[in-house]
């Protein structure tokens, strides 16, 4: 099919706007997918040893919800995976699947069955766009049912452009993960968050990380980075957590629907490890942008991809609450901050008087002013209000 130079030209240029997160992949995809009839068009990022999944973006016909159930089960079972990761690169190398894999095959695949079939499709062409030795990046093309396979001259305008997909996909992988925002400092607080905290994009891409969760990646087994992307350890762990990531990025991710406004996943790992809790919240602050940063000359903007706040929680840590900022967040005395805190790490009235060095009826005292500052009327309020208070490292 024959593409015009200013036709070619666009193509090139939205490709690089989702390199640069200007926009979404499934926007930039849309004029190929439109021009040459494609079912979906996909970037599919791939761990080289364990060929588990690190990234999926998608456009074309298919529905929304496609790339999701594709994470999570079906590129497991994808035939095309293997021998397209045994490609060259190099411009001209390519799997057609109407070529490998004959009708008898295809009746009896589960893939074709039970997925790319009901959802319409049928043929795929695959090419290796770029690898390193931890991962590789396949561009998957697919034709529908009652449409032919892509034609030579097809997937030579796809050639024409695999470099400058590669280079667009390099863009993201190497896109710094920092914060731009309309809220001055907002990097300096959180960093100085001793809860851990993430913000991922819908591919589960790390944008941003504090020094809390940088340390607890360092140490937990249940979960890592590789290639600047968070993956579990445990599948299950990484189809939940995916599933719930891209509910929450919806706006400009996998779901169609109204996204939730949180979700809670435990992530288990292999058994042999502390859980670790992860509460995921949508990132979708009104008049402020919070986006991966977008080159010099670029506006920060609303248009890119949706973005998750991931707070992680081990589940064997215990909790320790800083007497200093409830003390400014209440004003509450230094003495009626430090009794607050021992009745949140559950010391008794006597511990307390004991190692402040002062009489029962001080401590009750306190107490009471404490009871009275926080609007709380029972110890239990009490302990529950102080742990919802993100704890802050002094500078």
Request: glycine share 8%; with cysteine.
């Amino acid at each position: 099919m024959r593409v015009t130079d200013d036709e070619y030209d666009e193509i090139v240029a939205r490709l690089y706007d989702a390199g640069a997160g200007r926009v979404d992949w499934r926007s930039a995809f849309a004029p190929l997918a439109e021009r040459f009839r494609l079912q979906a068009v996909a970037l599919f990022g791939v761990a080289r040893g364990s060929r588990d999944a690190l990234f999926v973006c998608e456009g074309g016909l298919s529905r929304q919800e496609r790339p999701l159930e594709y994470l999570r089960v079906y590129h497991r079972i994808d035939p095309h995976i293997g021998p397209a990761l045994a490609l060259s690169p190099e411009p001209g190398n390519w799997l057609h699947g109407q070529h490998r894999f004959d009708d008898e095959f295809v009746a009896r695949d589960p893939f074709y069955q039970e997925f790319l079939m009901p959802q319409g499709g049928r043929h795929t062409a695959c090419a290796k766009l770029l690898e390193d030795e931890d991962m590789a990046v396949l561009l998957l093309m697919q034709r529908g049912q009652g449409q032919p396979p892509l034609a030579d001259q097809d997937i030579a305008l796809f050639d024409r452009l695999r470099r400058h997909l590669a280079s667009a996909v390099r863009l993201q992988l190497e896109r710094p993960g920092r914060l731009t925002a309309g809220v001055s400092g907002a990097s300096a607080i959180l960093d100085r968050l001793r809860q851990a905290l993430m913000i991922a994009d819908a591919q589960m891409r790390i944008v941003y990380r504090n020094p809390a969760a940088q340390r607890l990646l360092a140490r937990a087994n249940a979960f890592s980075e590789r290639n600047g992307h968070l993956v579990c350890r445990n599948r299950e762990d990484e189809s939940r957590l995916r599933a719930a990531v891209c509910a929450l990025t919806a706006g400009t991710a996998a779901l169609p629907h109204e996204s939730p406004a949180s979700a809670v996943v435990r992530i288990v790992g292999n058994g042999f490890v502390q859980p670790v809790m992860v509460v995921a919240t949508s990132l979708q602050p009104t008049g402020v942008t919070l986006t991966r940063a977008s080159p010099a000359d670029a506006p920060p903007t609303h248009d890119g991809p949706g973005l998750a706040i991931l707070l992680l929680h081990e589940t064997a840590q215990r909790r320790q609450i800083d007497p200093a900022v409830i003390g400014e967040v209440f004003q509450l005395t230094p003495a009626e901050a430090e009794v607050a805190t021992g009745l949140a790490e559950g010391l008794s009235i006597e511990e307390i008087a004991a190692a402040r060095g002062v009489t029962l009826e001080t401590v009750r005292a306190q107490i009471r002013a404490v009871y009275g500052k926080t609007d709380v009327s029972s110890r239990a309020d009490l302990v529950r209000m102080l742990l919802g208070i993100p704890a802050f490292d002094r500078p």
